[in-house]
């Protein structure tokens, strides 16, 4: 195998594991938090910014796959369709925005700041947001006129920091290890 080949293998293994991963916390502190696929959009996020979005049929093919695992009944209905459709292209959408601004330049992960990650966050929720929202209403019709504001806030609220959490936190963990990994070989 080529070692551009074993690059993209290893970057497709990583976004699987890290998807089912965030999969599994979500559905372990479900009814500890409000955390409502948060997670999931935030690790979906993470894996585009390490490995571009070439891994957007590994996201869905994992999401696909934690929800067969850990959703017990009624696996596969329109909700879970929508799920899988908002998870992987709303952090794309938020990404493509992102980086059609001349501020926004993920060349290296050392070179991405807080500001830069947050404003990212809050694309990312936003979209996520209002196609979650846009589900609540139109499929599971559990949404009253009067709460759609607060509604939106709460899942708008969720999203951002748990993306905002997961994201800032690898982004800034990942150089501690390359630095680790490259002062212990010395």
């Given at each position: ?6 690059k ?72 879970s ?41 809050i ?18 019709g ?45």
């Amino acid at each position: 195998m080529t070692s551009i080949f074993q690059k993209q293998l290893i970057g497709h293994g990583i976004t699987f594991s890290i998807i089912v991963l965030f999969a599994y916390v979500t559905f372990l502190f479900k009814s500890q938090w409000e955390v409502n696929y948060d997670l999931v959009g935030g690790a979906a996020l993470l894996s585009y910014i390490l490995f571009n979005l070439r891994v957007m049929p590994t996201v869905a093919v994992a999401i696909v796959v934690s929800i067969l695992i850990f959703k017990q009944a009624g696996i596969f209905n329109i909700e879970s369709v929508m799920f899988i459709s908002i998870c992987t292209i709303g952090p794309a959408i938020a990404l493509y925005i992102m980086s059609s601004f001349k501020e926004f330049n993920i060349s290296s992960i050392r070179s991405i700041s807080f500001k830069q990650i947050l404003l990212l966050s809050i694309v990312q929720a936003t979209f996520c947001s209002i196609f979650k929202l846009s589900k609540s209403i139109t499929i599971t019709g559990n949404i009253e006129r009067s709460d759609i504001a607060n509604y939106f806030m709460h899942i708008f609220t969720v999203d951002a920091l748990g993306t905002l959490a997961i994201v800032y936190f690898t982004i800034k963990i990942i150089p501690l290890f390359i630095n680790l990994k490259s002062t212990q070989s010395t």
